[in-house]
């Protein structure tokens, strides 16, 4: 059974940044895709970032142009750099790693909690 531990979320103003981090417990080669997801009270959830094994990315509109998602093959580690933070980026950060290049979801993190203050 393969764990995801994230970190890095909080609390930031906007138009502040925040890095989160998710660590795996097997290598991320194993994967064809990484992922990271997020949902607000009250809302679906909503796929935020997509990593492939290749290096390709794709972002929610609603990111693009403020996140970047990239990763660390030696530490096993995926991350997800958010500036330009805005009050609706608030939400649990979930991460996701499975075979579907397009919305893994074969192993998920506990998630993190940002909160962006107005």
């Known amino acids: 059974q393969v764990q995801l531990v994230e970190s890095g979320g909080g609390l930031v103003q906007a138009g502040g940044s925040l890095r989160l981090s998710c660590v795996a417990s097997?290598?991320?080669?194993?994967?064809?895709?990484m992922g990271w997801y997020r949902q607000a009270l009250g809302k679906q959830r909503e796929l935020v970032a997509v990593?492939?094994?290749?290096?390709?990315?794709d972002y929610s509109e609603s990111v693009k142009g403020r996140f970047t998602i990239s990763r660390d093959n030696a530490k096993n580690t995926v991350y997800l750099q958010m500036n330009s933070l805005k009050p609706e980026d608030t939400a649990a950060y979930y991460c996701?790693?499975?075979?579907?290049?397009?919305?893994?979801?074969?192993?998920w993190g506990q998630g993190t909690q940002v909160t962006v203050s107005s």
């Open positions: 996701a790693m499975g075979m579907n290049y397009r919305t893994p979801g074969q192993y």
């Open positions: 097997a290598s991320i080669f194993s994967f064809n895709a």
């Open positions: 990593i492939t094994k290749g290096g390709s990315t």
